[in-house]
């Protein structure tokens, strides 16, 4: 099981607003990194830190966090923004030194 | 141009032991505050980190295949490798090396090879 819990499926209209979040203890440590994973793709850097995107990322992609739970933003959601997200942290469990994934969201742009 | 390209057997049988490389170019494995990771992702389902390596020599390894793995880094040749032992058909997936960063106290992967899929089977 994933250490970080997330939404297994999200859908969203064309256009519209959609939050996806990612939950567990590491996140009262450390901040989330999200990626972008397309059908037979690697995964993608999509945000990473406080709220910063990498270079060429839109910015309809964001980024926040309260308490246990972070999430993902896009806002005005576009047909190419359909794929899978994940979320990952530091763990704050045992060996700081580790990393833990969020188990995926599969997001759906209706 | 930053790029890490996995390279290792398609195919192994059950109880052999992996041996995958990833050849880095475009950063140094000597750059402070970066390493490599190697995260596998099974048919169909999420991501799984595995292991890193940090420019320090520093490494981890995820604690319930800590026995099974082994990650180590020849700066010379810009790769680092990683192997497992007793393989097991429950450990075929695809497998991403990930440049990691570390900034401010937090990792983040910011650039992922193609990965490679690894099919164990006798």
């Known amino acids: 099981s994933s250490e970080l819990s997330q939404d297994p499926a999200v859908s969203v209209a064309l256009g519209q607003t959609v939050r996806i979040t990612c939950q567990g203890d590491?996140?009262?440590?450390?901040?989330a990194s999200w990626y972008q994973q397309k059908p037979g793709q690697a995964p993608v850097l999509v945000i990473y830190?406080?709220?910063n995107r990498p270079s060429g990322i839109p910015d309809r992609f964001s980024g926040s966090s309260s308490g246990n739970t972070a999430s993902l933003t896009i806002t005005g959601a576009q047909a190419e923004d359909e794929a899978d997200y994940y979320c990952n942290s530091r763990d704050s469990s045992g060996n700081h030194l580790n990393v833990v994934f969020g188990g995926g969201t599969k997001l759906t742009v209706l | 141009q930053v790029t890490l390209k996995e390279s290792g057997p398609v195919l192994v049988k059950p109880t052999e032991t992996l041996t995958l490389t990833c050849t880095v170019s475009?950063?140094?494995?000597?750059?402070?505050?970066?390493?490599v990771s190697w995260i596998r992702q099974p048919p169909g389902k999420a991501l799984e980190w595995l292991a890193h390596i940090f420019s320090n020599d520093e490494k981890s390894y995820r604690t319930s295949l800590k026995s099974r793995l082994t990650i180590s880094k020849d700066t010379s040749k810009s790769q680092v490798v990683l192997t497992m032992t007793n393989m097991d058909p429950v450990d075929t997936a695809t497998y991403y090396c990930?440049?990691?960063?570390?900034?401010?106290?937090?990792?983040?992967?910011?650039?992922w090879g193609q990965g490679t899929l690894v099919t164990v089977s006798s």
């Open positions: 990930a440049r990691i960063l570390t900034d401010y106290g937090d990792y983040y992967f910011d650039y």
């Open positions: 590491s996140l009262r440590s450390y901040y």
């Open positions: 830190g406080k709220n």
């Open positions: 475009g950063f140094s494995l000597t750059n402070a505050r970066m390493g």
